[in-house]
């Protein structure tokens, strides 16, 4: 890493960015949406929590953080609430899956031989991965991995803050987990008076297009925001980042 311990890419100079590359120093992009995440949570929730994860570990790893890609693929009714929502504003598949390669394959051009993509919008899974392999394809030297930062989360972490049950990912948008990181990196963009419990009035198993209004949930929130907390969020955030930073030993050693 550059002296200055700047870890945020586009801080750096081109000679310090050459520096880092020469040192193999790994490259995070994160990739997130512009997502109504209920009364409570911004617009940003997305990129703001894969970002700070980020942030937090690179004081335990070598790695600079690329400027994100805050826009997502298309939010879906039954994972995100819909296009329904103001303030929603999604890419296409195949645009996201076209900017993940042009970016990645930037960075693998510039030398950057350790890249890990750190996505934060259940949607963009499968086309952050496409675009990937299309960047790297048969790169010499160059190994990526992605990452969904909600799919490293261990059980017993799961089990503390569910006692009564973990209900599942699927309805987890804008309810305990990312409410209670938001609590611990940025209280100030929570609106604690507006946090609320919710859900669909239909839960369903298929889709259905056009989406019928009721498999949404009118405030945005899938499930109980209520029981999200600082604490939560603190336990989160250590347990998600001690595991990316064992996947970085384990594939970049």
Known sequence: MPESNRFMLQELTWPEVKDAIRKNTILVLVVGSVEQHGPHLPLGVDTYIPLELAKLLAKRRRLLIAPPITYGAFSRPK???????????????????????????????????????????????????????????????????????????????????????????????????ETSLMQFFMPELVRSERIIDDRAPRSLKYEIVPSPEDIKPKSGVLWKATLASQENGRQLAAAIVDELSAIIKKEFA
């Not at 952050?128 to 017993?156: M, R």
């Open 79 to 177: 994972s995100g609430g819909g296009q329904s929502f103001v303030g929603t504003t999604s890419l296409t598949g195949s645009i996201l899956t076209e900017i993940v390669k042009k970016l990645v394959g930037e960075y693998v051009r510039q030398g950057f031989k350790k890249i890990i993509v750190l996505n934060g919008h259940f949607e963009n899974s499968t086309y952050v991965t496409e675009g990937v392999e299309s960047a790297v394809g048969s790169a010499k030297g160059v190994k990526a991995l992605i990452v969904n930062w909600w799919d490293i989360v261990p059980e017993c972490v799961l089990s503390s803050i569910f006692p009564e049950g973990f209900p599942g990912w699927e309805v987890e948008h804008a309810s305990v987990t």
